[in-house]
């Protein structure tokens, strides 16, 4: 393996002196890169017994998304295909079904919900997209005796 080993041991143990006076090992380790003209992984590889391979970065492949079809009328554009779990898609149901034919609060929204749908919503899961259906003029709400909003078909 070495020549002259018992030489070659006595200026490793000189030069280990050297480098542990540096008390960060990042700098220990880019002062051995520097007098061996090697990489970090070079010197890893060479301590495990594969000598002149480096390792190989492994690259991850994107899954495609189970919620995301191809969609035929949008020149082969991914769409996204609407869930019937979220709190936003048990809004509209309920918006479609006319369930805002009278003014209903939040809370007899999540009432309704929990009871006819077996589905339990908390009301900061819907109070945005109620927000986004007053805006867009699909629902009106007006403050009733106890200060709260209900929400009605305009």
Known sequence: MFKDFETTKKQLAELAEVVNKFKSEAVQLKLLELLFDATPHEIEDEEAGDVGT????????????????????????????????????????????????????????????????????KPNEISGKLARMVRSGELAREKNSDNQYEYTKP
Not at 77 to 106: C, M, N, V
């Open 54 to 121: 480096k390792s190989k970065k492994r690259t991850r492949k994107k899954r495609a998304s189970a919620k995301n079809v191809v969609s035929p009328d949008k020149d082969n554009k991914i769409a996204k295909k609407s869930s019937s779990f979220g709190a936003a898609s048990i809004l509209k149901k309920l918006y479609d079904e006319d369930f805002f034919t009278k003014p209903k609060t939040i809370a007899d929204i999540c009432q309704h919900s929990d009871k006819s749908l077996a589905r339990k919503i």
